[in-house]
């Protein structure tokens, strides 16, 4: 048994505190040291992770500090998003493994940056999208890959949630275009636009409009409406806002000519396939034919096992969280490639940016002329 992956947590505040509770729980990771420019802020979170019965992690204002030290394997960079390439590139620069929280930075450029210092690296690099790890994602994903939904011809992802003034006017950060990097789509919705591109794959053009309608003192949008085209032919329409009040749960369907599924707030609501529809029924009759048309939809319903609950890591945010730092530290004891990789982080804040673009313009955007700007 190897020693746990020591990890940094830069950045103390609302996700600093998930990803330094998870390290302490898992097994095989450990919080080596706390990094917050706001050293009062690093202190809170060692003090509370004292409380849970953690050990209690040194502090540093300094990144560099913290680099220099012989327990550091990883970083976890939990900063503002307009800072996350800074961070991110001196920790690959230092030779660490490195988990980032979504969105990968907000411009494309420092998502070339980040994705030029992991290359030279060699190390892990991750980027958050801990719903990927859901059991629902993972089955609707297995599904779509399996063939089992047919042909995959459209999706529907809605995040519409709400978020109060209180909420923008917490962090000086919050809702500017230089750190926040938009609003409802780029902050909020990101998770589910990458739930959409892994579910129907590279995605062509956008067309959207963006509005700012139940909110002050903020740059950026808080409803987003988009249709996003994919490579397949496959259509999706893309919903976020943080002004539906007092929040509804977030619903991603999929579609194709041979089933269809429905995720809501990360449960398998909805499935159906044709194929297993004949399974089942060739179990339950012999070999009986499946009409084309369904009728007993309810046959080939399936659900994700149970999940666990209780005990650290087991519910809502850090369940996430902590499935995807298994899988971090699998692909840093395997070699292994990571679940979520830089190119795929990339291509899910590719497709945010076209959103703003075509608000901006009026016009459909190529994703891939985003991308090509930022080799
Ligand atoms: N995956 C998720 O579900 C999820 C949820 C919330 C936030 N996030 C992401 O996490 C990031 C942080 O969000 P938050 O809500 O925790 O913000 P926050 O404002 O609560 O915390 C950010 C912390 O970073 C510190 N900081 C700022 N600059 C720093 C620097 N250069 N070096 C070290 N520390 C620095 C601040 O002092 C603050 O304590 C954002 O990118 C956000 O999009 C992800």
Redesign the pocket.
């Known amino acids: 048994m190897s020693a746990p992956i020591g990890f940094a947590v ?7 505190r ?1 990803h330094a509770e998870v390290l302490a729980a898992l097994p095989d990771t450990a919080v080596a040291v706390l ?4 050293l009062a ?1 690093a202190e809170k979170l060692a003090a509370h992770l004292g409380s849970a019965g953690f050990p209690v992690p040194p502090v540093t ?1 300094s ?1 560099a500090a913290a680099l220099a030290r012989g327990d550091v394997d990883a970083a976890a960079v ?4 307009g ?2 390439a ?2 991110s590139v001196a920790v690959l620069e230092s030779g660490r493994h490195l988990v980032v ?3 990968i930075d907000v411009s494309l450029a420092a998502a070339a940056r980040i994705a030029r210092a992991a290359e030279e690296a060699g190390t892990v690099a991750s980027v ?1 999208s ?1 719903h990927r790890f859901d059991p629902a994602s993972v089955a609707v994903h297995e599904a779509v890959t399996a063939g089992r939904l047919g042909r995959v011809t459209s999706g529907v992802a809605t995040v519409p949630w709400w978020r109060s003034q209180e909420y923008y006017d917490s ?1 000086a ?2 809702g500017t275009w230089e750190l ?1 990097g938009g609003g409802a789509v780029m ?1 909020q919705g990101v ?1 589910t636009v990458d739930l959409l591109l892994w579910f129907l794959g590279r995605p062509v053009d956008v067309t959207a409009h963006t509005a700012l309608l139940a909110h002050e003192r903020i740059e950026v949008e808080d409803t987003v409406a988009a249709v996003v085209r994919f490579e397949s032919g496959a259509l999706a329409t893309l919903h976020a806002t943080t002004a539906a009040y007092p929040g509804l749960t977030v619903r991603i369907q999929v579609m194709g000519d041979r089933g269809s599924a429905v995720i809501d707030d990360d449960e398998l609501v909805w499935f159906h396939s044709r194929e297993l529809a004949r399974s089942v029924a060739a179990g339950d009759a012999g070999a009986g034919a499946v009409p084309d048309e369904p009728e007993d939809q309810s046959a080939a319903v399936l659900r994700p096992d149970e999940e666990p609950t209780g005990g650290p890591g087991t519910s809502g ?1 850090f369940a ?2 902590r499935r995807q730092y298994e899988d971090v530290v699998a692909a840093i004891r395997t070699g292994a490639a990571p679940g979520v990789t830089v190119a795929d982080a990339t291509l899910a804040l590719a497709t945010v940016h076209a959103v703003y673009a075509s608000a901006r313009t009026g016009a459909t955007v190529t994703v891939a002329d985003l991308l090509d700007e930022h080799p």
């Open positions: 830069v950045g103390c505040g609302v996700i600093g998930v990094v917050d420019t706001d802020a204002a990144l939990c900063v503002p998003s800072l996350h800074d961070v929280e979504k969105p958050i801990q962090g950060w919050r926040d902050n998770h945010m996430g969280h």
